[in-house]
């Protein structure tokens, strides 16, 4: 599997931690957002739900990591483009509940909010339960048809209400977009994707303007 984690600036002192925590899985990680680094390109939540749409949607990931202070206004951005369906994950419970139950491709963290002392080893524990159960096998066991039916309809209108990604990038205000497209290496990544070629072509006509 491949990860991506994209922070956002007011969090980026914690990028370290949740590298750490997702290190041990085993997966492919890419760093995609803001590290503790001096001369980055500020990203806000806005700029790393649409990051998070392009990963996902050119397959350049297959997990998203994200997050801001609270984790509420990066599930907002991302859940605004299709085939992001992403979960505000507190808890090991959080992350155990979500992966069975809602089987989706995104994850939500607070790295500010009641970011207090051991707060690093719970973003080890959420990765531990995330990875120890099947994505989509349903809980209860009972439940499991049901769940997979809800999660089927979620996924059909979100790809009916949404518009696809290359026009979305066409259209989107500059300081949306901008910063999320001119930061190093993402166009590389969508450029190299499975499903990227259309994406990328369209975020370079958006730089080239």
């Known amino acids: 599997m491949k990860i991506a984690v994209v922070t956002e600036v007011s969090t980026k002192q914690k990028n370290r931690f949740v590298l750490e925590a997702l290190e041990p899985t085993g997966h492919t990680i890419i760093n995609a957002g803001m590290s503790d680094t001096e001369g980055e390109v500020e990203l806000g939540y806005i700029q790393t739900g649409l990051i998070t749409a392009l990963l996902l949607n050119s397959g350049a990931a297959d997990l998203v990591v994200g997050g801001c202070g609270t984790g509420q ?14 979960g505000l994950v507190l808890s090991p419970l959080d ?16 790295l500010n909010k009641d970011f207090g002392w051991a707060a690093e080893q719970n973003i080890k524990f959420i990765f531990e339960r995330f990875f120890s159960v099947e994505s989509g096998a349903g809980y209860p066991a009972y439940r499991r048809d049901a769940q997979k039916y809800y999660r089927d309809q979620l996924f059909a209108l979100s790809a009916s209400v949404h518009i696809p990604m290359p026009e979305a990038i066409r259209i ?19 450029k190299e994707a499975p499903a990227g070629a259309e994406m990328a072509a369209a975020i370079q006509a958006r730089l080239a303007r």
């Open 172 to 190: 989107l205000p500059d300081e949306a977009i901008l910063p999320a497209i001119q930061k190093p290496g993402i166009l590389e990544l969508v």
């Open 73 to 86: 206004g990066y599930i907002q951005s991302a859940s605004q483009y299709p085939n992001v369906f992403c």
């Open 95 to 110: 992350a155990w509940l979500f992966r069975q139950i809602n089987g989706g491709n995104c994850i939500s963290l607070a």
